[in-house]
């Protein structure tokens, strides 16, 4: 009994600090009994409880060691994440016992905006990087990151001003680009890059794989207001290209013809978005759904389906957070088959705050912008394995075990703040997730909290001003492909980058051909 009583005490000491240390081998976050433990959360799609099982899940959390502001990950056949941020892209071929910085001199040697993608289609690793604001130096690698190619001078025929962002995607038979593309040998997919000029998005279409951007320019309309501000590309396996504008009413963009042409959607009226904003973000499945994500007015974060490639969306926004999180921040989203999405986000659960004097002085409504002292953000990821469903149930995790950030965190770089010890810009823009081509979920994020914020017993904002580059992956749970089911632990041993042990589980994952239907 005693023996047992020491090795459960010890097991609580562990938990306790899981995500707070920061070493070299990743903190596995135990699997506790979901019902009661507090962090765990079933709702329907008003953040409503509900009485069914919570999804059991686990995952382990990596340090990566550098600055990780504003960061992007990728996980290509061989298995190893890639974690690009600042001007370094961090590599872990071992599941994040340790990384490495795998730049080399043809890549950029500062930034002023990172972004990374990895092409699933070809192992294609990009590493992009805004230089001033004039133009982007965008690299690659064919080899998982063991020499790289570049080109210092990237960005189309428009000079750029900011929010860089790349992506890939199939060529498609209409418009004039894709056969161009489909008969070029250059590069099997299309790549996308869009920046915001002034108080417009630009778009380019690559047709020798990201080398150069000849093709594109401004995309008029909606999108073109609030500076030109917006998320991430998301192409869909029918060819769609998806980007969201940062605006007042929850809008996307797309494109049915390899950025040759443009239409937009709103919807979201009943929920809004607040004020300041940031992105919101898209995932598409197997099936080429859609699924849109963003913080509403009320902080909650939301969702809008389609299933028509962006035609149509639904009429009734569609809660993906708890109601116990009053305030949010950072949604970002994937997808595998239908119905199977997966959303992280920073979120708090300080209700008692609410209506309490914020920053400002005003009365506080769940704005990070302007939270008061008190407020912690944690990381929570939620998931949905029946999205499509007319009546969805969303499983939500609060995973992180101390704050990512203490007070508020400025959601708008032209009225930050720093009188709470440091300026409270120290997150920057984004966080990031995403699948790899077995269905698990990664998640990336920038840290304000460690060290001695992390383990201490009444953190203040003073004491939460870092960006240190952070990796929650799933170590057991559910996979976002069918075919896989549950997914169980890695073994701790190094990834072959030349073998690439994990692409025969990989090839079991690929998109199968089902229809799926709303009810």
Same mark, same amino acid.
């Given at each position: $009994?005693?023996?047992?009583?020491?090795?459960?005490?010890?097991?609580?000491?562990? !938990?306790?600090?899981?995500?707070?240390?920061?070493?070299?081998?990743?903190?596995?976050?135990?699997?506790?009994?979901?019902?009661?433990?507090?962090?765990?959360?079933?709702? =329907?799609?008003?953040?409503?409880?509900?009485?069914?099982?919570?999804?059991?899940?686990? /995952?382990? /959390?990596?340090?990566?060691?550098?600055?990780?502001?504003?960061?992007?990950?990728? %996980?290509?056949?061989?298995?190893?994440?890639? /974690? %690009?941020?600042?001007?370094?892209?961090?590599?872990?071929?071992?599941?994040?016992?340790?990384?490495?910085?795998?730049?080399?001199?043809?890549?950029?040697? !500062?930034?002023?905006?990172?972004?990374?993608?990895?092409?699933?289609?070809?192992?294609?690793? !990009?590493?992009?990087?805004? $230089?001033?604001?004039?133009?982007?130096?965008?690299?690659?690698?064919?080899?998982?990151?063991?020499?790289?190619?570049g080109n210092p001078h990237d960005s189309g025929t428009t000079p750029l001003n900011d929010h860089i962002k790349l992506a890939t995607g199939p060529w498609v038979d209409e418009g004039l680009y894709g056969p161009i593309g489909q008969l070029n040998p250059t590069y099997a997919t299309a790549v996308y890059f869009c920046f915001n000029k002034l108080a417009g998005i630009s778009c380019f279409t690559s047709f020798d794989g990201g080398a150069t951007f000849e093709v594109g320019g401004n995309i008029v309309g909606l999108a073109s207001t609030n500076g030109g501000l917006h998320g991430a590309i998301t192409t869909a396996l029918d060819g769609t290209v998806y980007l969201t504008p940062r605006v007042p009413t929850p809008t996307l963009i797309f494109s049915k013809d390899n950025g040759l042409t443009w239409e937009e959607r709103e919807m979201g009226t009943d929920v809004g978005t607040p004020d300041p904003r940031k992105n919101s973000e898209v995932a598409t499945d197997s099936e080429s759904n859609a699924y849109h994500i963003w913080t509403g007015n009320d902080q909650g974060i939301y969702m809008s389906r389609s299933i028509d490639s962006g035609e149509s969306w639904d009429s009734e926004s569609i809660r993906v957070s708890p109601i116990e999180v009053i305030s949010t921040a950072f949604p970002q989203t994937?997808?595998?088959?239908?119905?199977?999405?997966?959303?992280?986000?920073?979120?708090?659960?300080?209700?008692?705050?609410?209506?309490?004097?914020?920053?400002?002085? =005003? =009365?506080?409504?769940?704005?990070?912008?302007?939270?008061?002292?008190?407020?912690?953000?944690?990381?929570?990821?939620?998931?949905?394995?029946?999205?499509?469903?007319?009546?969805?149930?969303?499983?939500?995790?609060?995973?992180?075990?101390?704050?990512?950030?203490?007070?508020?965190?400025?959601?708008?770089?032209?009225?930050?703040?720093?009188?709470?010890?440091?300026?409270n810009r120290n997150l920057l823009d984004f966080n990031d997730l995403t699948i790899d081509l077995e269905g698990r979920v990664y998640i990336a994020f920038a840290d304000g909290c460690i060290d001695a914020c992390a383990s201490s017993a009444d953190p203040q904002p003073a004491d939460s001003r870092t960006g240190r580059g952070s990796v929650y992956f799933l170590n057991e749970g559910p996979s976002l492909y069918l075919n896989n089911e549950e997914l169980s632990g890695f073994e701790s041993s190094s990834l072959s980058v030349d073998d690439k042990p994990v692409t025969l589980l990989a090839e079991q994952s690929r998109p199968s051909e089902r229809k799926v239907e709303l009810e």
């Open positions: $009994m005693r023996a047992m009583a020491l090795l459960l005490s010890t097991l609580m000491i562990s !938990f306790t600090l899981a995500g707070c240390l920061q070493g070299d081998v990743p903190i596995t976050v135990p699997d506790e009994e979901p019902e009661g433990d507090g962090r765990t959360f079933v709702t =329907n799609g008003t953040g409503m409880p509900v009485d069914e099982a919570p999804l059991k899940m686990n /995952f382990t /959390f990596s340090d990566v060691g550098e600055t990780g502001k504003e960061p992007s990950i990728g %996980i290509p056949s061989s298995g190893c994440i890639f /974690f %690009i941020a600042m001007e370094k892209p961090m590599r872990s071929c071992d599941h994040g016992e340790s990384w490495t910085n795998v730049a080399d001199i043809t890549q950029a040697p !500062f930034t002023s905006d990172p972004y990374g993608w990895v092409d699933l289609e070809t192992d294609r690793i !990009f590493n992009i990087h805004m $230089m001033g604001l004039e133009s982007t130096w965008i690299g690659w690698s064919d080899n998982d990151g063991e020499s790289w190619l994937d997808a595998g088959d239908p119905g199977r999405i997966a959303v992280t986000y920073l979120g708090s659960e300080n209700g008692s705050l609410i209506d309490t004097t914020d920053i400002d002085g =005003n =009365n506080w409504t769940g704005n990070g912008h302007y939270a008061p002292n008190g407020v912690h953000y944690h990381l929570y990821v939620t998931y949905s394995l029946n999205a499509l469903d007319e009546n969805p149930i969303f499983h939500t995790r609060r995973i992180s075990d101390d704050p990512v950030q203490i007070g508020a965190m400025c959601l708008n770089s032209g009225d930050c703040r720093s009188d709470q010890g440091g300026s």
